[in-house]
Each structure stands twice: as structure tokens, then as C-alpha cells.
């Protein structure tokens, strides 16, 4: 089946997938920390040998420092939850999300279905895409992006609105598996998945993401839902 949309060089998409029947695809600690580095490391058109760099004694957190040549995409957000997973990136060349997207699905799903002894696909289909086509939409990705493990706290916050924006935001400072704690400045192994530079300067600096965060937190529900855009609507997974 052929996609909706084309992807294009220079162009800003948002990425999203669930587990196939909406199950559990991150247990663990462990498994957050696969995919992240997964992330960086299938960012690049050489192959990805994580058991070469096991046997170097590499850590996880250590693979972050391992370098690439010619990276396929630049990502710009990311957020992974329970069962699903939202990457906004930028595509630096031609077919460069797809051989992204596909080594990431392909390299975590073998992981996942190797540890936890079961087979088939892991993903719900082929990850779903939209064009963040003009600057309002774009913006907003980055809110709706980094606010999705409110969900942790209060699970029904995007049908209702959020409840307690103050517990809100605590909770977002201690959520290690997003690129939230990047924006806020906080020095970690995992900035290195991301690469503002191609991505217009919304955010000068930490003060002005918090402001950002804090506008969005004060919403109400119906416009955070519609966003810019109602194709926002259609990606609350």
C-alpha cells in the first residue's frame, strides 16, 4: 500500500508507531535504553554491529560516544512511551527516514523478540507519518511531543486537560526517555540523538522551552488536541 505522503530532503516529518495490538513494547529500563541508542546508532548508512561493540566492553550509555559517518536524519524530538513511540526529524537526503525507520523497527524488534522468547511482527504495520509542512504545526510538535508521559500521571489528561500543571512539570523533569531533559539543558549520553541545528530556533534557550512548556500546560484540552492543525488529532496514540 502506498503512502499518503512523500518524503522529501529538507523537509520535517513526524514519526509514530505502536506495539501491534496495542501491547507493551518497552518492559524495561533496558529496553528504553535499546531503543535510544538505537536511535543514535541506526542514524548513519554504515551497519549497526552492537555486538562488536558489546565485545569492546562498551556499555549502553558508552555507545553514545561511538561515531557515525553521513547520518540520515536529523531528529529533533523524541518520546518513547509504554507501547508507542514519536520521533520528529528532518530528512538530510533521499530515502533517508525509510532506511532510518527501518533499521531502528528491525534492530529493536529482533532485541525485543530475542529477549522476551516470542516471534513475529512487533510493530503495528509500517510507521505512520505526517508533514510538518509549515511553521505553526511544526512548533507545536515539540509540545505535544515532550507532554505525552503526562499520560504516566494522569491517563486520562488529553481527554480532560491537565489537572495539576505543577505536578505535571515535576514529573516531565524526572521522565528519562524523551528528548525533554536536552531541551531543559540537562548534560546526558543521550543529547547526542539530537540535532537542533536544522530545526527553525524556537527555543534560544532553556527559559524560553520552559516558557513554551508552561504555555501548553495551561491549555485547555480541545486546543491542545486540535493544535495548529486537527491532523494533530489523529496521532494521540
Known sequence: MQRKIKFAPGEFYHLYNRGTDKRIIFKSKKDHARFMVLLYLCNTNDQVRLGEEFRKGLTLNDMFDVKRENTLIDIGAY?????????????KEENGISSFMKKLC?????????????????FEGRFKATHADYDNYLKYLFSYIHLNPVKHID?????????????AKNFLNTYQYSSYLDYKGVKRNERQIINREPFPDYFSDRNSFD????????????????????RARSVLV
Do not use: C
Not at 79 to 91: A, G, K, S, T
Not at 159 to 165: A, C, D, S, W, Y
Open 79 to 91: 518520546v518513547l512511551m509504554p507501547n508507542h513511540f514519536h520521533i520528529l526529524v528532518h530528512e
Open 106 to 122: 528491525t534492530a529493536y524488534s529482533m532485541y525485543f523478540n530475542t529477549k522476551y522468547d516470542r516471534s513475529g511482527g512487533l
Open 155 to 167: 491517563s486520562e489528561w488529553k481527554e480532560n486537560g491537565i489537572r495539576n500543571r505543577k505536578k
Open 211 to 230: 516558557n513554551y512548556i508552561d504555555d501548553w500546560l495551561g491549555y485547555d484540552i480541545e486546543q491542545f488536541t486540535q493544535g495548529p492543525t486537527s
